[in-house]
């Protein structure tokens, strides 16, 4: 009696060590991991200069990109100063009516009243007031992958090279030059007197043109600006669906 239940005993045990195992090996396998969990999570800001809220939303910026990945996810920060704020005594020096409209496309799309600063989009999908972290880290940790699509980006001193497969029928692909440690003393409007910091600051934003058949390939001139310093500028380049639609993925590289 005894030697069947030390049988029995060595059996279960065995079969514990190969489900363990199996499950071992399937999690090292590439492709299962939970779709969820992978791919780069893009945080937009839309701010200004002369925003009294923004500075505190620049900071919870900074503050991300510092962090670097939230739930093993990449994340890539662009700050978009608007226009919208520039005959209000002070006009910032980032601003461009470029970014005006692509939160005006979100407004559309996400079913806003109207745009505001500070706001922060997720993946074009997720908004929110951009100064509450608990409703960016809460819309961080719900985002799911939007689409299939894979990039590729090569960057060297002169272009990008980038290479789109799988995207949605009709997505855009864009390229953005960002740049980080910049600074800003304002002299008039709410913020008059205050030292403004920044980071990931959209210095251009193209749209590179439409993913036939879910490809895009295309290589691209980084004509930079001399004021820009290079060792701060990061290419970012994304698969949207659509103006102010999901962004499907994103790519990023620096430029040395």
């Known amino acids: 009696m005894n030697h069947l239940i030390s049988m029995r005993i060595l059996l279960v045990a065995a079969c514990l060590v190969i489900s363990i195992g199996l499950l071992l090996v399937s999690a090292e396998i590439p492709g299962h991991a939970d779709s969820s969990s992978s791919g780069p999570i893009v945080v937009e800001l839309f701010t200004s200069e002369g925003c009294s809220s923004c500075p505190p939303a620049d900071k919870l910026l900074a503050d991300l990109e510092k962090r670097g990945n939230v739930n093993g996810r990449q994340i890539l920060v662009m700050s978009e ?17 470029v970014f005006t409209q692509r939160q005006t496309d979100y407004v559309r799309k996400l079913g806003l009243g109207s745009p505001y600063t500070p706001e922060m989009v997720i993946n074009g999908q997720t908004e929110l007031i951009g100064n509450d972290e608990a ?15 894979v990039v590729s980006l090569q960057t060297d001193s002169s272009k990008a090279v980038v290479k789109v497969q799988g995207a949605k029928a009709g997505s855009r692909v864009l390229l953005a030059i960002t740049e980080g440690k910049l600074s800003t003393h304002v002299q008039r409007g709410e913020n008059g007197g205050r030292d403004l910091l920044h980071t990931g600051v959209v210095r251009r934003l193209n749209d590179l043109g439409e993913a036939k058949k879910g490809s895009f390939e295309t290589s691209v001139p980084l004509k930079l600006d001399s004021g ?14 659509a103006p102010g639609g999901p962004i499907e993925s994103a790519a990023s590289s620096t430029l040395q």
């Open 135 to 149: 409703a960016l880290m809460r819309g961080l940790s719900e985002q799911k992958v939007t689409g299939s699509a």
């Open 228 to 241: 820009w310093r290079r060792e701060n500028l990061r290419v970012i380049v994304l698969v949207q669906s």
């Open 81 to 97: 100063h608007v226009d919208y704020w520039d005959g209000l005594g002070w006009k910032d020096r980032f601003s461009s009516s």
